[in-house]
């Protein structure tokens, strides 16, 4: 569900016409629905209603405070994975009590910081990790709450790149090596085992993986839990979305039904892992990031020149891959819809930004409407890991970013000034 639709011929964002945007902030432009990012949390914190749980929603995927305030008003806790996101949150109003902290490589400072902000967990991912949580710990005169990231061996069926709980990948501890590091942590003196995690990955749309390792752990969380005492069980993030929707013109209506039965939904996800995870009387943490932001966002840009060349036709836009990484680095699917509504024919066409890259496209050989040079088209379900993973190569400023609510509007984010791309940026005295 989201709230990006045509009304006559404008695509809009709840009660904006996206056309009133561009014209008063211009393009390359992210919109976010506001209403989106509340529905999305609602569905999944409501399937989730019948046991004690928390929603953490992964602050990676769409960092904005904005973005942060409107989970943080709907009693979100947040996925952190640096100190960075962390005082993004306490920024935008979030509880830092309700954050439970990851990442590989957290420093000393990071740690300290978030200890003396009183986080609900550290997700630790290594033995040495737990050893210096417990240093600092010792130091600070404090018992640091952690819970150990399981590598489940699972796989997600997902895009190699974003597959992360088998042990060909670099995260968590191995499933056979958990009760060994619990055992040896529960030695740690300011250490208190409060949880236990697992993430196997990202854009999963099917509940099958998540049953597997919910299943393969299940054993191995109620040990824990009479052992140590845990009292949370985190089954991670990555729940799947529509990329590619059913409505693309064109679809004939068998694929419509059969793509709707297999979309996950926070209903049939709950339908299978309630039942497994009930039992267990622990609360139940998640850490969604796509699912709650993915379609709540999109990215309009406006077409520059349309190329005809060998046997191609290049779209060629002002968005680019630093702008929007996905396609070029995980060959993701975006859907593109002209801002107007046209008739026209389609054509193959390949949507190119103006990067010195061959691989800065947003789609390459994709049936779309002509196209000509002036109109606008939107990149849809570009709300999580878009503006966050935007960088300014090719010296070009970071975008704007507009959050909407009704029929309001306002610049989360201003548009970078071209200066500021190379603020903190010096000529070394000895060249002047
Ligand atoms: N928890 C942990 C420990 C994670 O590593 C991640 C994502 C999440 C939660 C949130 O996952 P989600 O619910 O959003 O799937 N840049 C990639 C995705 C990278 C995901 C990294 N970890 C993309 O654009 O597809």
Known sequence: MHQFHYVGNKLQCEGVGLDTLVKKFGTPLYVYSQATLENHFHKLDSAMKPIDHLVCFAVKSNSNLSVLRTLANCGSGFDIVSVGELMRVIKAGGDPTKCVFAGAAKTEAEIEFAMRQNVFCFTAESEPELVRINKVAARLKKIAPVAVRVNPNIAAKTHAKITTGTYEDKFGIAFELIEGVYARAAKLKNLRLRGVQMHIGSQITETTPFEKAVQKMLPLVKKLKARHGIEFFSIGGGLGIVYKPALESGSPAWWKSAAAKKILTPQKYADKLLPLLQPLGLKILMEPGRFICGNAGVLVTHVEYVKRTGRKNFVIVDAAMNDLIRPAFYEAYHQILPLAKKNAATISSDVVGGVCESGDYFCKDRPLPKFTEGEHLVLMSAGA????????????????????????????????????????????????
Request: aromatic letters at 12%.
């Open 385 to 432: 890991y878009g503006f966050v993973m935007a960088s300014t190569y090719n010296t070009r400023p970071l975008t704007a970013e507009i959050l909407v609510s009704g029929k309001k509007f306002a610049a989360v984010r201003e548009r970078q000034k071209v200066e500021a791309t190379w603020a903190g940026e010096n000529v070394a005295k000895w060249l002047k």
